[in-house]
């Protein structure tokens, strides 16, 4: 198993925990539970969503956007921005 990095350590905690929650919220809405307790469980996962996708862009920073931003290839180098600039842009919907 390929040692995981600190981010991508604390991105799958955050997934593995808003996949459990989000278990616990269709069970939640499956016994017709009050909305209000489950629209706050909802925003839990959609914060820990957030959380994991911040340290999932800080590994690809780190690894692949840097990696590619100091070879001497302009065309990856140019996808790479877009491709950065497409998160961003989803991010902001």
Known sequence: MVMLEKNSKKSLSALKKAHSLLAKIIEMKE?????????????????????ANQELLADH??????AV?????????????????QLNKLSLK
């Open 31 to 51: 016994d017709g539970r009050y909305c209000v307790d489950i629209m706050q469980q909802n925003l839990a996962v959609i914060g820990l969503l957030k959380s």
């Open 61 to 66: 920073l780190n690894s692949c956007f840097k």
């Open 69 to 85: 931003m100091n070879s001497n290839n302009a065309s990856k180098q140019k996808t790479m921005i877009e491709e950065i600039l």
